[in-house]
């Protein structure tokens, strides 16, 4: 007996101990009033020290686990170890549609699997290499010597306040007008989406937006049973004439639109066109979710006002984004913007549903952004993703027969391959090489864009995208002849 105990580096031994004791006791391998062997031996038989063996006794002990009779030694306390019959349950049987639909829908669990070997263009997350993990690490420090206390306790469903105001400063930057607007902090974007879809009158069932668009928005849309018309995009965004057309033929309930480095096309779009969708939208009363995403990674030209600075002292655009793409995804902080009436149900809703997001997460990168760490980052990150970019851009112009590309920054670029080449046979033939690659027809509503494929550099080497776009242009040249 206690042969089987194997010691796990990084973890301290007496709980080591203590938890494989209590495992042998709860699972009847020691059984009621047996004695344990005394600290001496078992520390001995062990090879650990005798400490080790008294303070997971004493664990022990507390947990009412073991007894100890004085000048006798520790017995095992009476456990009740019993189990009911066992039964298998089906729960597939009991899993519901929208259930089944969200597995459908799972790209992670059945888009194409891939290994840490392979070139993968898939991801468009920052690159962790980049990160600033000291100056975040003083940030920590800094906010638990302030409030410790305070942070690691419960907060508010809308937010931590200070992470509040300095958004709301943020925003105004922006070129937003702020009055009458409120924010709420939630996990990411993606929880903000949701959130706003679980909220708001489900009137007609239809919404507009471009197309394709980001992934997760679809999933969501379908998720809570909406209807998607999606519009076709220009080189400086969405097509006005074609939009304008269907706004006057359907009634919708909200429109969605990433207006900066669109996701997946990376198109941004331009400020005279800005100016026509926010025009026509007004005369169609009509709200807009507008997807701040990537805004910040503008490598050339003059910057762009987003959609809600646009809207002025008007309340039909609810702003909705965060940091993930940019600094830190693994906190899941992100936030919406919006007319104060519309924050203060959505408050409620947020509370119910997951009561609040980390409070220590929101105050230590309130820390870090106040500090001004997050500008000083950004100047290294678009340094280095503007490199990654131009070489991206450069390589797939000499290496892949293309019909379209687009991309104006950012941390991807969309293609569409000549000849109505199917890019998931490209990549089953690409996957043999070694390089994966993402679809593009699941960014489309309607199951178009057969010949389109997303490239994210994001996260690669120089070397790396060099070598994998070769090899998508290769293959496309020898086994499609392109």
């Not at 019993?82 to 089906?90: F, G, M």
């Not at 807009?288 to 006002?305: P, Q």
Request: hydrophobic share 35%; aromatic share 10%; proline share 2%.
């Amino acid at each position: 007996m206690f042969n089987d105990f194997k010691l796990k580096e990084g973890r301290p031994v007496y709980i080591q101990l203590k938890e494989y004791l209590k495992r042998m006791i709860t699972s009847g391998h020691l059984l009621e009033n047996q004695k344990l062997p005394s600290t001496r031996e078992l520390s001995s038989l062990l090879s650990i020290s005798r400490n080790t063996v008294l303070t997971a006794y004493a664990d022990l002990e507390q947990e009412g686990l073991i007894y100890a009779v004085k000048g006798k030694g520790n017995f095992v306390s009476h456990v009740e170890t019993l189990k009911s019959a066992s039964i298998q349950l089906n729960w597939k049987e009991k899993i519901n549609d929208q259930t089944y639909l969200a597995d459908e829908l799972d790209l992670m669990k059945h888009g194409v699997r891939w290994n840490h070997d392979m070139i993968s263009f898939n991801s468009i997350a920052p690159d962790e290499k980049l990160f600033d993990v000291e100056n975040f690490k003083r940030a920590f420090l800094n906010r638990m010597a302030i409030e410790g206390n305070i942070v690691l306790n419960y907060g508010y469903a809308k937010g931590y306040k200070p992470l509040i105001e300095y958004l709301l400063h943020y925003m105004e930057i922006k070129g937003i007008d702020i009055r009458n607007k409120d924010i709420l902090i939630t996990n990411g974007f993606t929880e903000g989406l949701d959130l706003l879809l679980s909220s708001i009158h489900k009137k007609n069932g239809r919404i507009i937006c471009e197309n394709p668009t980001h992934h997760t928005a679809l999933k969501l849309f379908r998720l809570h049973g909406f209807d998607i018309d999606g519009i076709e995009m220009d080189d400086d965004g969405i097509d006005i004439s074609k939009l304008e057309s269907f706004l006057s033929k359907k009634e919708y309930d909200f429109a969605y639109l990433i207006p900066s480095y669109h996701n997946p096309t990376g198109i941004v779009t331009s400020s005279e066109k800005r100016k026509e969708i926010m025009e026509l939208f007004s005369a169609y009363q009509l709200p807009i979710v507008e997807d701040g995403f990537n805004e910040e990674l503008r490598y050339s030209g003059s910057h762009l006002a987003p959609l809600a600075a646009f809207a002025g002292s008007g309340n039909n655009v609810i702003y909705i984004s965060s940091f993930s793409k940019i600094l830190f995804p693994g906190l899941r902080v992100g936030w919406i913007l919006a007319d104060k009436d519309l924050i203060y149900y959505l408050e409620s809703m947020k509370r119910a549903r997951t009561i609040h997001t980390s409070t220590l997460d929101q105050a230590v990168l309130f820390q870090y952004l106040n500090d001004g760490c997050f500008e000083k980052y950004l100047r290294k990150a678009k340094s280095v993703y503007k490199k990654k970019y131009e070489l991206a851009v450069h390589t797939c112009q000499q290496a892949i027969p293309y019909k379209r590309m687009t991309g104006d920054g950012g941390l991807h670029l969309f293609l569409q391959l000549e000849n109505n080449i199917d890019s998931r046979i490209l990549l089953e033939k690409c996957y043999q090489k070694g390089v994966v690659f993402s679809p593009g027809d699941v960014f489309y509503t309607d199951g178009s864009g057969k010949d389109t494929l997303r490239l994210g550099f994001s996260r690669l080497k120089e070397r790396e995208i060099t070598q994998g776009i070769n090899i998508i242009g290769d293959t496309l040249r020898i086994d499609f002849g392109g």
